[in-house]
T-cell receptor, first 111, second 113 residues
Framework: AQRVTQPEKLLSVFKGAPVELKCNYS??????LFWYVQYSRQRLQLLLR??SRESIKGFTADLNKGETSFHLKKPFAQEEDSAMYYC?????????????FGRGTSLIVHP | NAGVTQTPKFRVLKTGQSMTLLCAQD?????MYWYRQDPGMGLRLIHY???????AKGEVPDGYNVSRLKKQNFLLGLESAAPSQTSVYFC????????????FGPGTRLTVL
């Protein structure tokens, strides 16, 4: 079975502060991890995926297989980063590519 | 290229009524999904399809049925709506193989009175 845990329902920071949204997973095989973002009253969209190793809108995330984590980080939060963030896992090699989502973390960036 | 579209955007039902939500995608994706989004519960998978003519149950399938008669369409049906089905419903599609992102529709806000 695969599981994704986002321990924080809500994260509140001030503009310019560093942000870290936590994501822990459990999966016995090789996972692919994603972060999706949902801005107010908009559809979910992909923010980044671990295989791309890229930085999007200043966000980065590193897959740590030892700690089974895929935390999302940004050094200086902006007000426009306020949104709902979902971590998702796709298990590779199990024959099914159905994603498992965490429950989401709401990020609020205050001016 | 419209991506993933959902019909309707909003709907109010009375308990016991039935309705069908339509999801359409024009990206030739094999996989399609229906989720519900509730406060504090995140996204929960209702049903999914890995190809035309196939469907499978997700995490919370009770009270819902689905059909995938055409590759581009994925229908979600509520036969007898209940207040517990008040939610925002999202459809998504993907190529299906690992590493491919899901593309989401704009959502349908359903209220069951």
């Amino acid at each position: 079975a695969q599981r994704v845990t986002q321990p924080e329902k809500l994260l509140s920071v001030f503009k310019g502060a560093p942000v870290e949204l936590k994501c822990n997973y459990s999966y016995s095989g090789s996972p692919e991890l994603f972060w999706y973002v949902q801005y107010s009253r908009q559809r979910l969209q992909l923010l980044l995926r671990h295989i791309s190793r890229e930085s999007i809108k200043g966000f980065t995330a590193d897959l740590n297989k030892g700690e089974t984590s895929f935390h999302l980080k940004k050094p200086f939060a902006q007000e426009e980063d306020s949104a709902m963030y979902y971590c998702a896992l796709v298990g590779i090699g199990g024959g099914s590519y159905i994603p498992t989502f965490g429950r989401g973390t709401s990020l609020i960036v205050h001016p | 290229n419209a991506g993933v579209t959902q019909t309707p955007k909003f709907r109010v039902l009375k308990t016991g009524q039935s309705m069908t939500l339509l999801c359409a995608q024009d990206m030739n994706h094999e996989y399609m999904y229906w989720y519900r989004q509730d406060p504090g519960m995140g996204l929960r998978l209702i049903h999914y399809s890995v190809g035309e003519g196939t469907t499978a149950k997700g995490e919370v399938p009770d009270g819902y049925n689905v059909s995938r008669l055409k590759k581009q369409n994925f229908l979600l049906g509520l036969e007898s709506a209940a207040p517990s089905q008040t939610s925002v419903y999202f459809c998504a599609s993907s190529y299906g193989t690992g590493g491919n992102e899901q593309f989401f529709g704009p959502g349908t806000r359903l209220t069951v009175l």
